[in-house]
């Protein structure tokens, strides 16, 4: 029998009508999950659907595997688990512990990912209203107003820029929206980072330097907030276009602001990686602070977290081939650290620690990990969602294999969490099968939405490339 179907005449929660069967050693057997035919995994690989020995049938064995170990999770932790009732459980043995908590939920999104609208806000066009080739939202960053219950959103607006009614430049601004109701409906709020005319001061060619990945933090104390951003801003020129873009000017810009949209205007510092010139500004070259980080050619992907007065910015750290392309394989995640006190350009800096290299990258199913977004979970447990990726020379791109949700020891030292069997602590790992071989984009999530974690879906082809964001309802 069902376990919704049985909760509906009681006024128990889930967990407790769960534990109560477990505890008293009796299966419920001929639920839903016992009929669909589970297939064994090859090498154990997911234990998935309740099949504890991969034996490829659910059965009383598979129950008492389940029933010990949750018993002593559950002792040894006096664990308060929350099973919300929309949760789609029908289990028999123990499942829906076991897929909340121990197993990573694998979630395709593809027709079941509803997509996230903002009003006032529209995908680019050209001049006479087509579709511009470069398009959509993407790059989210949600996190909540901790003084009120406003969700705020960060995302990149890729565009065209039209030059004398003839030259077409790429450009890629951030954009801000925001919730007043736990993410059902969002409002555009306005450009955080908008793109603009630019000119190299090392070539004096012509073009724009856009703004994008962004990443939101606020802190508060004291009964007030600080609101800190984090992208990633280049060059795009004229001649040549994303192709083209000078590796040189590849640079990180942090602010902080009282609230969001006050970050547009405020002070920023350039953090540089070592191709970066000083000509475009910078303030501090992050890869001068540790023999660890002195060949990171450029930064990537940033994102944000804050603990004990120490606020952390985390990067990807782009190395290249012999050949000058992108070496996926050894360009792990890399932390820093700052006090964030007095002018923000004369931050004091330090180098923590690098994390999320290559075994943790073949681990989740890549070369390489990118597009990171630290977050606590609804449970208060530090995670990290990565995406798997490698460069394809062919494609002359990076290839994305969708979000992973893993836990996180501690940010410093930044250690990924591992459970007993020494397999990363995967929490969620969300696909996008029906796209193309470029994957889908980058992931996002804040426990107080109802979004989930939100996720980029891109195309790309011979007329462009688009972006659009989506829910997958998915809240660790």
């Known amino acids: ?74 002792n040894t932790t006096n664990a308060n688990f929350n099973f919300e009732d929309d949760d789609i459980v029908s289990l028999l043995d123990y499942e829906i512990w076991r897929e909340q908590y121990l197993a990573s939920p694998i979630y395709d999104c593809g027709e079941n990912c509803a997509p996230l609208t903002i009003e006032g806000d529209e995908e680019a066009t050209l001049p006479g209203g087509r579709p511009s080739f470069f398009r959509g939202f993407a790059d989210p960053s949600m996190r909540k107003d901790p003084l009120s219950d406003r969700l705020w959103l960060g995302y990149s607006w890729p565009n065209i820029h039209v030059v004398n009614n003839s030259t077409l430049i790429p450009g890629i601004d951030t954009h801000l929206a925001y919730s007043d109701d736990n993410g059902a409906h969002w409002q555009f709020s306005g450009t955080l980072f908008p793109s603009y005319p630019d000119t190299n001061p090392l070539t004096g060619a012509t073009g724009y330097t856009v703004n994008e990945v962004v990443n939101l933090l606020p802190v508060e104390k004291n009964g007030q907030a600080t609101w800190y951003a984090v992208h990633l801003t280049y060059f795009i020129p004229q001649e040549g276009g994303l192709l083209e873009r000078p590796i040189q000017s590849f640079r990180m810009e942090i602010t902080r602001a009282a609230s969001p949209p006050e970050l547009a205007d405020s002070p920023a510092a350039t953090l540089g990686a ?89 681990e989740l199913g890549g070369e390489g990990l990118t597009q990171l977004d630290i977050v606590k979970s609804k449970h208060g447990d530090l995670l990290a969602i990565m995406t798997p990726d490698t460069w394809s020379t062919d494609l002359n791109e990076f290839i994305h294999y969708g979000c992973r949700v893993v836990k996180l020891d501690s940010i410093d030292p930044p250690v ?61």
Not at 48 to 65: P, R, T
Not at 316 to 329: A, I, M, N, S, V
Request: proline residues 4%; hydrophobic residues 40%; charged residues 20%.
């Open 274 to 362: 070592q191709k970066t010139a000083q000509e475009w500004g910078v303030d501090i070259y992050l890869s001068d602070l540790s023999p660890e980080v002195a060949d990171c050619k450029l930064w990537n992907e940033p994102a944000l977290y804050y603990e004990n007065d120490t606020l952390y910015t985390l990067m990807r750290c782009l190395r290249f081939t012999q050949q000058g392309k992108p070496d996926t394989k050894h360009s792990n995640q890399v932390v820093f650290a700052t006090d964030a006190q007095g002018d923000i350009k004369s931050w004091n800096w330090r180098y923590v620690g690098s994390f999320a290299g290559e075994q943790a990258a073949t």
């Open 416 to 476: 990924l969490s591992r459970n007993q069997q020494g397999q990363l602590d995967l929490v969620a790992n969300i696909l996008a099968t029906d796209l193309d071989e470029i994957g889908p984009a980058a992931c996002t999530y804040d426990p107080n939405s109802v979004n989930g974690i939100i996720m980029t879906r891109r195309m790309k082809n011979a007329q462009g490339l688009s972006a659009s964001l989506h829910q997958t309802y998915i809240k660790p």
């Open 1 to 74: 029998m069902p376990w919704k179907k049985i909760l509906s005449s009681i006024s128990v929660s889930l967990f407790t009508f769960a534990l109560f069967f477990i505890q008293m050693n009796q299966p419920v057997m001929q639920s839903e999950k016992n009929v669909l035919g589970v297939q064994a995994q090859e090498g154990c690989a997911l234990k998935s659907k309740g099949d504890a020995n991969c034996d490829g049938q659910i059965s009383n064995i598979d129950f008492e595997i389940w029933r010990q170990e949750f018993l002593k999770i559950v």
